[in-house]
């Protein structure tokens, strides 16, 4: 039995104790955030307003305090949205975390100083070096993980025998885990497909999605490849994997769909999605500074024709 904790109460978070619970670790939730998280969780059945369904008892809810990280755990695992990265890269340096950890987060960062893209373990890392870091990403709608669909995922560590043994920690037979040694092609993949799929969401009919599927994949390898991740980690969980699970569905396609039917984003989000996080439009923002410098527009055409329907509210002519 290993101690496990999960940092993040969301969606994501809460759903990955199950199949840990289902492993017979000892499993502990907290929720540094979210107040109809802690609500959630906190409570007696921990019914889950996101995931619609209750916890298992045997899950743990934890306040978030400092006083967390004193004890020493098995795994620590980060299941925080984009937002909340800064937050925890600033408390693992404070405690000096010695335990390993798996982040579930997907995102990039853009450093405005130094003008750079960062993947969320090279920000972790960037504060606290000694970090013992894996990363976990793929196609996983955290509702179907909650109710025990079969599940394929993959986890990334340089050091594959450490992705080895979370994996084995964590596995079950309705998750299932692939390996890769490319930490920063997994991360750049399960990032860029949430731009993707809004791309590919605005095709309307199946075989103009099918056409954009298509060249989105060409686009994603060129910049994987330019960024010193691995071409063929597109072809991944974590690339076209991922792809497919955000592009049929989701809230990423759902926008996209809108912006095909020629609505622009600001009017879209406002009449139909004006409570939704649309994490590809997030993404957008944060790394089009850096794109729109450092790219040719004719090798990703539709990544600049997202970038400028988005940032200039223009409509999206594809
Ligand atoms: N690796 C995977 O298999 C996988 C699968 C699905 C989603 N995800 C990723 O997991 C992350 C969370 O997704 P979710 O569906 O649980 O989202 P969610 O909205 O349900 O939960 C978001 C979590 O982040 C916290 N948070 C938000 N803003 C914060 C801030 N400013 N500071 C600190 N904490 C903050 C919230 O309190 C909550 O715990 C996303 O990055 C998502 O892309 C990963």
């Given at each position: 039995?290993?101690?496990?904790?999960?940092?993040?109460?969301?969606?994501?978070?809460?759903?990955?104790?199950?199949?840990?619970?289902?492993?017979?670790?000892?499993?502990?939730?907290?929720?540094?955030?979210?107040?109809?998280?802690?609500?959630?969780?906190?409570?007696?059945?921990?019914?889950?307003?996101?995931?619609?369904?209750?916890?298992?008892?045997?899950?743990?809810?934890?306040?978030?305090?400092?006083?967390?990280?004193?004890?020493?755990?098995?795994?620590?695992?980060?299941?925080?949205?984009?937002?909340?990265?800064?937050?925890?890269?600033?408390?693992?340096?404070?405690?000096?975390?010695?335990?390993?950890?798996?982040?579930?987060?997907?995102?990039?960062?853009?450093?405005?100083?130094?003008?750079?893209?960062?993947?969320?373990?090279?920000?972790?890392?960037?504060?606290?070096?000694?970090?013992?870091?894996?990363?976990?990403?793929?196609?996983?709608?955290?509702?179907?993980?909650?109710?025990?669909?079969?599940?394929?995922?993959?986890?990334?560590?340089?050091?594959?025998?450490?992705?080895?043994?979370?994996?084995?920690?964590?596995?079950?037979?309705?998750?299932?885990?692939?390996?890769?040694?490319?930490?920063?092609?997994?991360?750049?993949?399960?990032?860029?497909?949430?731009?993707?799929?809004?791309?590919?969401?605005?095709?309307?009919?199946?075989?103009?999605?099918?056409?954009?599927?298509?060249?989105?994949?060409?686009?994603?390898?060129?910049?994987?490849?330019?960024?010193?991740?691995?071409?063929?980690?597109?072809?991944?969980l974590a690339g076209v994997g991922d792809l497919y699970v955000s592009a049929a569905g989701g809230r990423n396609s759902k926008m996209g769909n809108y912006l095909g039917q020629g609505f622009t984003f600001q009017r879209a989000k406002k009449k139909f999605m004006a409570n939704d996080t649309v994490e590809g439009e997030q993404l957008v923002r944060e790394i089009a500074p850096f794109i729109l410098k450092k790219f040719n527009s004719k090798k990703i055409p539709l990544m600049f024709q997202m970038i400028r329907s988005i940032l200039k509210?223009?409509?999206?002519?594809?």
């Amino acid at each position: 039995m290993k101690k496990i904790l999960i940092i993040g109460g969301g969606a994501m978070g809460s759903a990955f104790s199950i199949p840990c619970i289902d492993n017979n670790h000892k499993v502990f939730i907290t929720e540094p955030y979210s107040q109809r998280f802690i609500k959630n969780l906190s409570s007696k059945n921990k019914f889950h307003s996101a995931l619609k369904i209750n916890l298992p008892k045997k899950l743990k809810f934890k306040k978030y305090s400092n006083k967390l990280f004193y004890e020493k755990y098995d795994l620590i695992v980060i299941a925080l949205s984009l937002t909340g990265i800064n937050f925890i890269a600033n408390e693992l340096k404070k405690f000096k975390v010695k335990s390993p950890i798996l982040v579930l987060t997907k995102g990039l960062k853009y450093e405005k100083l130094n003008k750079k893209i960062f993947t969320i373990s090279q920000t972790l890392l960037k504060s606290s070096p000694k970090l013992n870091l894996s990363v976990l990403k793929g196609p996983c709608l955290a509702k179907e993980l909650a109710r025990k669909c079969k599940t394929s995922v993959i986890i990334a560590n340089k050091n594959i025998k450490i992705a080895k043994l979370l994996g084995k920690m964590i596995s079950t037979k309705y998750y299932l885990i692939e390996y890769s040694k490319d930490v920063i092609g997994v991360e750049i993949c399960s990032a860029i497909k949430n731009i993707y799929s809004m791309i590919i969401g605005s095709g309307l009919s199946l075989n103009k999605s099918s056409s954009l599927f298509q060249k989105s994949l060409s686009e994603m390898k060129y910049i994987t490849k330019s960024l010193k991740g691995k071409e063929d980690t597109v072809l991944s969980l974590a690339g076209v994997g991922d792809l497919y699970v955000s592009a049929a569905g989701g809230r990423n396609s759902k926008m996209g769909n809108y912006l095909g039917q020629g609505f622009t984003f600001q009017r879209a989000k406002k009449k139909f999605m004006a409570n939704d996080t649309v994490e590809g439009e997030q993404l957008v923002r944060e790394i089009a500074p850096f794109i729109l410098k450092k790219f040719n527009s004719k090798k990703i055409p539709l990544m600049f024709q997202m970038i400028r329907s988005i940032l200039k509210n223009k409509k999206f002519l594809i």
